[in-house]
C-alpha cells in the first residue's frame, strides 16, 4: 500500500543552523513526490516536486528511490521557514491523487 | 485570479446537524479534492472529482456526501454532523494528468459540538 511517513512531528533548530526534514514513502510503482508547506493561518502551498529538481526559498529535495527517501534540506534556517510541512506522494493509478505524511512542525527560534 | 475559493471559513454544528461546505475554482481545473486535516494525522483525503460529473471515494469517506456540480463548483455535506468530525477541511484542485500539484483553499475550521 502506498503511504507517506513523516518520522518527526517537531523538529526545533536555532537561526542559522541546517534542516532537514525527513520523509520516506512506501509504493511499488515510479514515485513522484512533493513537499507542500503551510505557513500560520495560511493555506497549503506547493514548495518542491522532485521531478524539477528546482530548490525553492533555499529548500532542497533529493529523491532516493533506494533508500524511498525524500528528505527536505536547507543548510541556514531562517525565522520565517517556521511552518508546517507535508510530504506527498502522488499516486498515479488514482486520478492524481496525492497522499500526504502526517506534517513536521519546524520551529526556528532566534 | 481567486485560485480555490471556500465557504464558510468557521462554522460550530450541533451534533446531528447538517451543513453543506462549498468550494470554487477558476483555473479551469479537472480535478477536485476534499481533505481534512488532524493534528497527528496530516491530510486525508474524503472524495475526489476526476472530472465534472464524476465522483469517488478516498480515504475516509463516511459520513459525508459530494457534489460536482459543474467543472467549478465541488461540494462536501455533512448529512448528520458528529463529533469526530471535527477539523479543518481543504478543498484543493489540480490540473490532470500533470505534475502541477495541488492549488488549495485556505480551509474550513469546523466545529461540531
Known amino acids: 500500500a502506498q503511504r507517506v511517513t513523516q518520522p518527526e512531528k517537531l523538529l526545533s533548530v536555532f537561526k542559522g543552523a541546517p534542516v532537514e526534514l525527513k520523509c520516506n514513502y512506501s509504493?511499488?510503482?515510479?514515485?513522484?513526490l512533493f513537499w507542500y508547506v503551510q505557513y500560520s493561518r495560511q493555506r497549503l502551498q506547493l514548495l518542491l516536486r522532485h521531478i524539477s529538481r528546482e530548490s525553492i526559498k533555499g529548500f532542497t529535495a533529493d529523491l532516493n528511490k533506494g533508500e524511498t527517501s525524500f528528505h527536505l534540506k536547507k543548510p541556514f534556517a531562517q525565522e520565517e521557514d517556521s511552518a508546517m510541512y507535508y510530504c506527498?506522494?502522488?499516486?498515479?493509478?488514482?486520478?492524481?491523487?496525492?497522499?500526504f505524511g502526517a506534517g513536521t512542525r519546524l520551529a526556528v527560534h532566534p | 485570479n481567486a485560485g480555490v475559493t471556500q465557504t464558510p471559513k468557521f462554522q460550530v454544528l450541533k451534533t446531528g446537524q447538517s451543513m453543506t461546505l462549498q468550494c470554487a475554482q477558476d483555473?479551469?481545473?479537472?480535478?477536485m479534492y476534499w481533505y481534512r486535516q488532524d493534528p497527528g494525522m496530516g491530510l486525508r483525503l474524503i472524495y475526489y472529482s476526476a472530472s465534472e460529473g464524476t465522483t469517488d471515494k478516498g480515504e475516509v469517506p463516511n459520513g459525508y456526501n459530494v457534489s460536482r456540480l459543474n467543472k467549478r463548483e465541488f461540494s462536501l455535506r455533512l448529512e448528520s454532523a458528529a463529533p469526530s468530525q471535527t477539523s479543518v477541511y481543504f478543498c484543493?484542485?489540480?490540473?490532470?494528468?500533470?505534475?502541477?500539484?495541488?492549488?488549495f483553499g485556505s480551509g474550513t475550521r469546523l466545529t461540531v459540538v
Open positions: 509504493y511499488s510503482g515510479s514515485p513522484e
Open positions: 483555473m479551469n481545473h479537472n480535478s
Open positions: 484543493a484542485s489540480s490540473e490532470d494528468p500533470g505534475s502541477s500539484g495541488y492549488t
Open positions: 506527498a506522494l502522488r499516486w498515479s493509478g488514482g486520478y492524481n491523487k496525492l497522499i
